[in-house]
């Protein structure tokens, strides 16, 4: 339940803070004293679009504050405007997202206006009260068919696009064979091209690579040079020495390392002197090679890689244009069993529906029954969608007559606004029961009625407030009346601004608020009287 709201800076209210309570709320005042404005400000509370036009002239910002518990966790809500455009939101100090505070004002309150008659005459909205109304056996059910509904769509989208592959693949069909037969007849090898081009390099250049490599090797190891020859007997006279100090000794081991390690070097420019043969038959091959490499590298414009994989690429589609058949088939047979199993669920949620329906018929009609519609009668239709939806293939609307000898008919076409107030609050009656919101704000549930009705109706918000915490705007003395506790809301002004107060009611005070409603600005015994009565006929 809401326990306290403070506004400040909201439209024309400086500061205001309200103390609310269990049961029925009322709040009253003149037209023009700024009702529907602490409805706006806890509407914004609870989650609604921010505007800067809620910004109180001349002030930097607007904030409202609400307090409340649901299922024992206390919340507190503060929600900033600021004349400038920015809007923030915190949640028991913290700051959430508008998404996030929805979420959470979901299960802490429901504002019914006028918006709410205007939901009513929506048929998407009749198949979710029907559906709200066993929640507990037909959530599941529409969760299957949820489940199975997205099975069915993905086989039936997977089957969409191999028939319309097929079809292109097929107008494509020798194309493809043609490209990958060339790419199979080129026997492609990753990193191939830059082996050639290596192999190229060395063929191109081996007469000059083998001199070099036979010079090499007879300065290092030949007879007129002897380089390796040389370093040995340098170090042979050294190791004779090393004896005598550490630094000889540590000469002779580093000689010694060069030494093995030029022999080695020596071993190999020999080999590779000696392979380096200048073939003029390998060059060409090569070139040749690599000639064709690069021209099917053009053709593609992609890299060795990329082609060998578009070659596979090719083989796959080829494979699946080839066994087409045996595909569609397969998808087909699976989509079939899966569409029957859509089917059966959809058939099985609907009756759940049906049922739920029969004996919500009978509830509606009782409560507007006891909103003087006596002859009142209600009829929840069925028709079936062509199409399956993840929500089942039931089309619901609720037709209604609320006059005997009147035909069954739409909500819509329901002309009275206060007919409309009262079967709005005959389902709120039946939804609060099952719903779990603890608090609903009624804004002008009293448009068009009056009279007998009027008490009628108090008399409904009083019984939902049994069970919910109730805060409810009206103009009509008849629902006032029943108030468990009392507000009034007036503008006081002074030489240059106008401000709305909200204070709560004495019983006295509700007496003389109740008189206005029925008297006007001329307040006599009778009318106080009047209030008296009227107060204790709703008791």
Known sequence: MISHISIKNFAIIKEVDIDFHEGLNIITGETGAGKSIVIEAISLALGSRADTAFVRSGATKAIVQLAGTHEGEEYVITREVSAAGKNLCKVNGEIVTLANLNQICKKLADIHGQYDHQSLLNPEYHIKLVDLYKKDSIFPAKQKVSEIFTRYRELSSRLKHLLADAAENQRQLDFMRFELEEIQKANLTPGEDETLEEEINLLQNSETIYESLAEAYELTNGEEYAALSGLKKAMDRIGGIQEYSKDLAEIYRQMEDSYYLLEDLCSQVRELRDNTVFSPDELDQAISRMEALNALKRKHNASLEEIIAYGQELEERLQQVENVDSAREKLTAERKKCEAELKAASHELTELRKTAAKELEGKILAELAELNFKDAQLVIEFKES?????????????LISTNKGEKLKPLSKIASGGEMSRIMLAFKKIVGDY????????DEIDTGISGITASIVGKKLK?????????CITHLPQIAAFGDHNYKIYKESDDTNTYTTVIPL???EEV???ARLLGGINITETTLQSARELIEASK
């Open 386 to 398: 062509r199409e399956y939806t993840d929500n089942g293939t039931d089309l619901v609307e609720f």
């Open 435 to 442: 719903d779990e919101i603890p608090t609903m704000i009624f």
């Open 463 to 471: 019984q939902i407030a049994e069970n919910h915490q109730i805060l």
């Open 506 to 508: 004495k019983k006295e």
């Open 512 to 514: 003389e608020e109740i």
